[in-house]
């Protein structure tokens, strides 16, 4: 008798033989089909087993390899600890203070100052994370950050700043324990990784695997679980000394933190907060309370870039849009026409969008925070500024600071990095963008001004390129050095590293 699997196909044959009395009747061969029936599930269970088990080994292997790609090597750790003092430009004893600039500080500063802001809130000595642990995280976490337009390694280390600076902030701090400002900079410092520089509606519409993994919150549950793997490597596990209580804590209060910064969980949970600061009834030993309030703290932090001084605020918003038009060209090559604030065409509506992003998401959270701490004060008032500044460029805006309006595109080849000492030259471009519209036909201004902001918004890209090729041509000496054909490329590859490592970035995130 056929022995079948679900697909009804034959995978067996079984044969009844000698029946000690009487010969097989109609009955004997019911109980018998019934048998290979259950010999059929039984051998399909043990080939998808098997099939499992094979899965799940390719996976482990799979996993490995990915583990030693993206987190930071040992020579990586050497290389930064290794670095002469006479080679860092950055205050950083004033980290803490929101005019501490973390827009265009080195590469390599932000990694020995993220490391500061872990001793400064007492994790380090309180967790006993070792040095070289914590600076290998900090490089891992660095790593896995793709070189997208916005959402890279830069925005992290600003968003970790303007949160590290809120924290040091009374009441804040003291109503707050380690353990909670600890989860806080680790939240703030992974909350993007493996951008991809588009949002979650892009990956539902897209039918992107990731919308098949999560429901709601899509690309904040993919930052979670980068954060978590790298977290939990062998060698990257800054609370490795915790106890079991206090790591079950920590991983609670970074899943809050992190899906926190998803504006549509924001949206819905905002009024709550707003309500506890009207009525004064906010208490800081209500655990509910202070979920909110963490909340918001998350969203202010995310999108401090708009309490930034004018001349750097400016610059990261038309960087932002550059990469929402990146997305809205992609949306067009499958037929959906992108939304306004991803269209590239309706570039001279930027200061109209920023004032409505302003006035719905950014005045709402900042207003009641500092009615609520009013240490967080300057942060509001920084934000009105900038929006008085937009509100003056309404109707008179023609582009990225460029005579080529409405054209503005991702340059690949741009190998310069911007000075920031043309942050006043940038700015009078834009105050004077009529002048340099009407020049646009045969003057070389306006292509100057364009090259210009490709500039900077390269720079990050060029840089990760810079780092990935250095670290392909490491390898290549290595392996030619086994086989005996290893000349002098070491040198040569040491001073590319050198220099790459002391260019300053000037994207602004």
């Known amino acids: 008798m056929p022995i079948f699997d679900k697909e009804k196909e034959i995978i067996g044959v079984a044969q009844l033989i000698n029946k000690q009395h009487g010969s097989f009747s109609h009955n004997d061969e019911s109980l018998f089909e019934a048998f290979a029936v259950f010999c059929g599930l039984g051998i399909q269970a043990v080939k998808l087993h098997e099939e499992t088990q094979r899965f799940a080994n390719r996976a482990k292997v799979t996993m490995e390899v990915l583990s030693f790609h993206s987190q930071a090597s040992e020579s990586d750790v050497?290389?930064?600890?290794?670095?002469?003092?006479?080679?860092?430009?950055?205050?950083?004893?004033?980290?803490?203070?929101?005019?501490?600039?973390?827009?265009?500080?080195?590469?390599?500063?932000?990694?020995?100052?993220?490391?500061?802001?872990?001793?400064?809130?007492?994790?380090?000595?309180?967790?006993?994370?070792?040095?070289?642990?914590?600076?290998?995280?900090?490089?891992?976490?660095?790593?896995?950050?793709?070189?997208?337009?916005?959402?890279?390694?830069?925005?992290?280390?600003?968003?970790?700043?303007?949160?590290?600076?809120?924290?040091?902030?009374?009441?804040?701090?003291?109503?707050?324990?380690?353990?909670?400002?600890?989860?806080?900079?680790?939240?703030?410092?992974?909350?993007?990784?493996?951008?991809?520089?588009?949002?979650?509606?892009?990956?539902?519409?897209t039918n992107h695997a990731l919308s098949q993994l999560y429901s709601t919150s899509i690309m904040e549950h993919h930052h979670l679980d980068q954060c978590l793997m790298i977290l939990n490597t062998e060698g990257n596990?800054?609370?490795?000394?915790?106890?079991?209580?206090?790591?079950?804590?920590?991983?609670?209060?970074?899943?809050?933190?992190?899906?926190?910064?998803?504006?549509?969980?924001?949206?819905?949970?905002?009024?709550?907060?707003?309500e506890l600061v009207a009525t004064g009834t906010f208490a800081w030993?209500?655990?509910?309370?202070?979920?909110?309030?963490?909340?918001?703290?998350?969203?202010?932090?995310?999108?401090?870039?708009?309490?930034?001084?004018?001349?750097?605020?400016?610059?990261?918003?038309?960087?932002?849009?550059?990469?929402?038009?990146?997305?809205?060209?992609?949306?067009?090559?499958?037929?959906?026409?992108?939304?306004?604030?991803l269209d590239r065409t309706k570039v001279d509506n930027l200061p109209q969008l920023q004032l409505g992003f302003i006035?719905?998401?950014?005045?709402?959270?900042?207003?009641?925070?500092?009615?609520?701490?009013?240490?967080?004060?300057?942060?509001?008032?920084?934000?009105?500024?900038?929006?008085?500044?937009?509100?003056?460029?309404?109707?008179?805006?023609?582009?990225?600071?460029?005579a080529a309006t409405s054209l503005i595109s991702i340059v690949e080849k741009h190998k310069e990095t911007c000075d920031l000492n043309e942050k006043d030259e940038l700015l009078e471009m834009t105050m004077n963008h009529e002048k340099a519209k009407k020049e646009e036909d045969g003057e070389k201004k306006g292509s100057d001004h364009h090259e210009f902001v490709s500039k900077i918004i390269m720079s990050n890209q060029e840089e990760d390129s810079k780092r990935r090729k250095l670290e392909q041509e490491r390898k290549a000496l290595q392996i030619s050095k086994k086989l005996g054909s290893y000349k002098n490329k070491s040198s040569k590859s040491n001073k590319n590293n050198n220099n790459a490592l002391s260019s300053a970035i000037c994207i602004i995130v």
Request: charged residues 25%.
């Open 78 to 205: 050497k290389r930064f600890f290794g670095r002469p003092e006479g080679e860092i430009t950055t205050d950083i004893a004033s980290i803490s203070n929101f005019s501490f600039d973390a827009v265009s500080i080195a590469i390599p500063e932000t990694t020995r100052c993220v490391m500061q802001m872990f001793h400064q809130i007492g994790a380090v000595e309180e967790f006993r994370i070792p040095q070289q642990v914590l600076c290998r995280w900090v490089l891992s976490i660095q790593k896995n950050y793709r070189p997208v337009t916005y959402h890279n390694w830069r925005h992290a280390f600003s968003v970790t700043h303007s949160m590290f600076s809120m924290i040091e902030k009374e009441p804040i701090k003291s109503n707050l324990s380690k353990l909670q400002r600890f989860s806080l900079l680790i939240a703030c410092l992974s909350h993007d990784l493996d951008h991809r520089g588009t949002n979650n509606a892009f990956q539902k519409n």
């Open 237 to 274: 596990n800054i609370a490795s000394n915790l106890s079991l209580k206090q790591y079950e804590r920590l991983v609670q209060y970074i899943e809050i933190h992190i899906l926190a910064t998803d504006l549509a969980t924001y949206l819905q949970r905002r009024n709550d907060y707003f």
């Open 285 to 341: 030993d209500n655990d509910d309370h202070l979920k909110m309030f963490l909340s918001m703290l998350m969203t202010a932090a995310d999108i401090s870039a708009i309490t930034r001084p004018w001349e750097l605020q400016h610059r990261v918003a038309e960087v932002v849009y550059a990469e929402f038009y990146e997305q809205g060209d992609k949306e067009r090559e499958i037929g959906v026409e992108p939304a306004p604030l």
């Open 359 to 402: 006035d719905f998401i950014c005045k709402p959270v900042y207003e009641n925070l500092y009615k609520h701490i009013a240490a967080l004060r300057p942060l509001f008032d920084q934000m009105m500024g900038n929006r008085d500044k937009w509100e003056a460029l309404k109707g008179k805006y023609h582009g990225f600071c460029s």
